[in-house]
């Protein structure tokens, strides 16, 4: 006979349904709302970047930010496109759409582009942005094969739109990156330079 929603039967199996589907339901509300603020976050950041970008010169560029914006910003880019899935484009194509955009503002600058790390940091932008691009050329690739339906259209838009940028950001950390060890270089320079110099002097003193 079936047993109650507590038991281990029949009526067991209804009752961790319905807890899964209300768990589900309940996660998906949460990540709608996380996805809401940090879409304000990064439309927020977009203004500030923009701004800074028109007032800046050839010889100027005043696009910074601060060490926590930076924080957040690359800790947000990371796990929006770590976890993003082929499934959640339509439902998430907002939040992608603004971290590619700030994504792309950060690119213009060498002073920024620090902020995506490494290809191979599996903590960093950089590494995730790859990743989506990857599962974005599966998608290019597969809508060109079946032909494009009314839903699919959207899809491969947003996917050339996630490769674009994932080329123009692995631009800039090559960049960043290439230019890391003629800072350490110029830095050890400096050193031997002094040592060599006050080297004779200590010599000098003595005699």
């Not at 930010?65 to 957040?72: I, N, P």
């Not at 759409?97 to 060498?110: D, F």
């Not at 950089?126 to 691009?133: A, G, M, Q, S, T």
Request: net charge neutral; aromatic share 6%.
């Amino acid at each position: 006979p079936a047993q109650s929603s507590s038991g281990t039967g029949y009526g067991g199996q209804q009752g961790d349904k319905k807890r899964l589907l209300a768990g589900r339901k309940k996660a998906q509300k949460e990540r709608v709302k996380d996805d809401k603020q940090n879409i304000r976050f990064l439309k927020q950041i977009q203004k500030q970047l923009k701004y800074q970008k028109k007032s800046s010169t050839k010889t100027r560029d005043l696009c910074d930010l601060d060490d926590g914006d930076r924080t957040k910003v690359s800790a947000l880019l990371s796990d929006t496109f770590r976890s993003a899935c082929p499934t959640d484009w339509d439902e998430r194509k907002e939040l992608y759409a603004s971290a590619l955009e700030v994504c792309l503002i950060l690119s213009s600058s060498e002073k920024l582009g620090t902020i995506f790390g490494d290809k191979d940091d599996q903590e960093g932008v950089l590494f995730w942005l790859l990743e989506f691009r990857e599962q974005a050329e599966q998608i290019r690739k597969h809508n060109t094969d079946v032909g494009l339906s009314k839903e699919d259209q959207g899809d491969t838009i947003l996917a050339t739109r996630v490769s674009e940028v994932a080329d123009a950001v692995l631009k800039i950390s090559r960049r960043c990156q290439a230019a890391k060890p003629e800072v350490e270089l110029s830095v050890i320079t400096l050193s031997e330079r002094y040592q060599s110099q006050l080297g004779p002097l200590r010599f000098d003193s003595v005699d």
